[in-house]
């Protein structure tokens, strides 16, 4: 059976043009970047290569980027290397209920370390309220961690705003731009963003890839020990291959930006109104507006969540219950509880992310199948 994949959120599938330029660091390219001789040069160049690609999506400055393994890894060196360089300065840290695990737990582990969070509220769709950030702020306040774009629900904090507010404060802004990254075109100058993590499988690089962005002048400390790779911000041996597939990857989304956004609100705003007209007893979660371009998150009234996944399934049909990070937890989305969405219901949510590979004829398959499913089962 054909697959269809529709959870772009939780993963993509890596581009043909990164895989081949992936390919020459599996094999004859082989060098250690930290080895003085042209075989370990060569790597060290492709990686610097790399770091200026990110640095000229982000608009950063080359040296402020810094390769890790994943998206997770990114929230943590932020976060911990940020809170621990800096804990005479303070020890107050400001985020949102509704922050991917890897930013959540790492406040919790700070929090058990002497740490203070707070953990800002959200209205009903998704966003924080910039009045409650400026409240929460103290003079133990060293740092601001909010997602530049929700995983499950899509919205779109306002970065500009909470960039303006940590500016006029003197604390340092970190934002989780996982899913903003592929999606939108983002300047951290404008922004007034200090640190910013990105991952390579969120947008056709592989998994086990990601980066840092890091102003200069900030500081952090290392959170494991070792060899002194990426300027002593985070030791191991690079994984030159995917690092050069990361680099090409955003380079190429760099370029067509305005043409991919368009093409999946295209198909994001045809599947939802359709799904308004076709689908029974359907609830669409986030802000309509200030939304990630490919994300849907519909919560059903006549369906299981876990039923219609597999049923879904059975007809070739990927897509996600909530977010993937939590299929093997049982406890509704912390998102959709944060929005307000009973826990009924959010345990009967579909969240469908489209990606350069679906086409108009996919959706209406997916489509289809959904009213199949839904209509039937009542
Ligand atoms: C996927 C994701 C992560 C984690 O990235 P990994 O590379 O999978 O560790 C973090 N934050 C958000 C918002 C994500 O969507």
């Known amino acids: 059976m054909k697959i269809r994949y ?47 690609q990110v640095a000229r999506t982000l608009n950063s400055k080359t040296r402020e980027i810094y390769f890790t393994s994943c998206g997770s890894e990114s929230d943590n060196l932020a976060i911990k290397g940020f809170a621990y360089a800096n804990k005479d300065k303070g020890n107050h840290i400001i985020t949102s209920k509704i ?28 966003f924080i309220n910039l009045q409650e950030l400026a409240n929460a702020i103290n003079e133990d306040t060293i740092l601001i961690s909010i997602m530049f774009a929700n995983n499950e629900i899509g919205t779109i904090e306002p970065m500009e705003e909470i960039g303006l507010i940590a500016k006029k404060n003197n604390i340092v802004f970190h934002t989780d731009a996982v899913q903003a ?32 962005y890091v102003r200069e002048g900030i500081e952090i400390e290392k959170i494991q020990d070792g060899g002194e790779q990426e300027d002593n911000k985070r030791a191991g041996t690079e994984n030159v291959a995917e690092i050069v597939g990361l680099g090409k990857a955003i380079e190429l989304i760099y370029n067509e930006y305005d043409e991919y956004n368009k093409k999946l ?28 371009p490919g994300n849907a998150n519909i919560s059903f009234e006549n369906i299981i969540g876990g039923e219609l996944l597999f049923r879904l399934d059975e007809n070739g049909i990927c897509a996600s219950a909530g977010s993937a990070c939590s299929t093997s937890n049982p406890m509704p989305s912390h998102v959709l509880t944060a929005i307000g969405v009973e826990a009924r219901l959010a345990e009967n949510t579909l969240r469908v992310s489209f990606g350069m590979d679906n086409k108009k004829e996919d959706v209406d398959y997916l489509l289809d199948k959904l009213e199949g499913i839904i209509n039937t089962n009542m």
């Open 6 to 52: 529709f959870d772009h959120a939780a993963t993509t599938p890596v581009r043909e043009e990164v895989i081949k330029e992936m390919l020459p660091y599996f094999g004859v390219e082989y060098g250690n970047p930290s080895t003085m001789y042209s075989l370990g040069r060569n790597a060290k160049r492709a990686i610097n290569n790399s770091r200026k």
């Open 99 to 126: 922050e991917h695990h890897a930013v959540l737990d790492t406040c919790k582990t700070l929090e058990r370390q002497g740490f203070r969070v707070t953990y800002l509220n959200v209205d009903k769709n998704g």
């Open 181 to 212: 990254i592929g999606n939108i075109k983002i300047n951290v100058q404008k922004l007034n963003i200090d640190m910013l993590s990105l991952s390579g499988h969120k947008f056709y690089a592989p998994k086990g890839v990601g980066a840092l």
């Open 265 to 292: 609100k295209t198909l994001r705003d045809y599947f939802i109104s359709e799904a308004k007209k076709r689908l029974d007893g359907i609830r669409i979660n986030g802000d309509l507006e200030k939304r990630l």
